[in-house]
């Protein structure tokens, strides 16, 4: 049963969370009421209460998590232990098989990925249901200048810091691309999900300075179909790691687990 009104509180107020807090504020999401959010740098106001975790999760029957992976893999399980449900978006925290043990395992608490930059997972996840996929691949393509990570020889972040060639910056497992680009593919995460194996996942990830908007390319093979989606998402303004309709799909989630959705679920 759904209480009456469930009270959120959000975990980082950047791209993400700052767009959540301000559409639960405004009542889009009927019977969900934001209540605190938490971050460790301080924020403007945003109309509720900046909190630390600990206050925070004493007001909470759900969790919205918009910070980043760290988060998840501290602070989730303890999370559901609480009887707190939990919505992730930092999905490329379950790529670590001991996070992913962790929350399997953890309770009473429900968690939720969101489809956060995709589409079409309803259908894989179908699918994958019926029988076992035989091939899925993921190619992402973004900006040269939004992948530069501190792992990276001098010559291949100044490559990509200059944003005026493509550059193909991986090739190989899901599991690996999310450890390597931890800010860039959660994407692999929630379709490793979606298709019930994310070893299963190959995945290109490439820099292309005409990318304005972020490209997500997804085919999957198997016994019950072939499926293909192209995906183009206009970066967000705050934060062009991200896209702009993610925090509008943590909305529906939100919809989905604690408010009073119609229509297409
Ligand atoms: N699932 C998806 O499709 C998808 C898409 C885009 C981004 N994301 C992920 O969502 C998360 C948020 O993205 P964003 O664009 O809003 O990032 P952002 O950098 O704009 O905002 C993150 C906020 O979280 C706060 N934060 C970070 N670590 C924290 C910690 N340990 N404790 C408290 N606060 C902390 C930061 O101070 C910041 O205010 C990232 O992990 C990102 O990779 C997921």
């Known amino acids: 049963m759904i209480p009456a009104e469930v009270r959120a509180v959000v975990i980082g107020g950047g791209a993400i969370g700052r767009t959540v807090v301000e559409a639960l504020r405004a ?29 925070a999760l004493d007001l909470a029957d759900l969790v ?9 893999a501290k602070h989730a399980a303890g999370i559901l232990a609480r009887g707190i449900d939990l919505v992730i978006t930092s999905v490329g925290a ?10 399997a395992a953890a309770g009473p608490g429900r968690f939720l ?8 997972l309803d259908i894989l996840s179908a699918a994958a249901a019926q029988a076992p996929f035989t091939r899925v691949e993921l190619t992402t393509t973004k900006l040269p200048t939004t992948l530069v990570q501190p792992w990276m020889d001098a010559e ?16 190989g497992g899901g599991r690996e691309a999310t450890r390597l680009f931890p800010r860039s593919l959660n994407l692999v995460v929630t379709l490793g999900w979606a298709v019930g194996d994310i070893d299963l996942v190959a995945v290109r990830l490439l820099g292309d300075p005409a990318a304005t908007r972020t ?10 179909g072939s499926y293909r989606f192209d995906i183009e998402n206009l970066p967000s303004a705050e934060n062009p790691r991200t896209s702009g309709v993610v925090p509008h799909a943590v909305l529906r989630t939100l919809a989905v687990l604690a408010g009073r959705p119609a229509g297409v679920v």
């Open 215 to 224: 490209r997500h390319h997804i085919e999957a093979d198997g016994p019950c």
């Open 156 to 171: 291949t972040s100044a490559r990509l810091a200059a944003g005026d060639q493509c550059v193909q910056v991986f090739a």
């Open 27 to 55: 009542g889009r999401i009927p019977g969900v009421r934001p209540v605190a959010i938490v971050d460790d740098q301080p924020l403007p106001d945003l109309g509720v209460p900046q909190l630390p975790l600990t206050e």
């Open 113 to 120: 990925l969101t489809s956060g930059a995709a589409g079409g």
């Open 94 to 103: 379950l790529a670590d098989a001991g996070t992913e043990a962790a929350l």
């Open 64 to 72: 919205v998590e918009c910070a980043s992976q760290d988060v998840v």
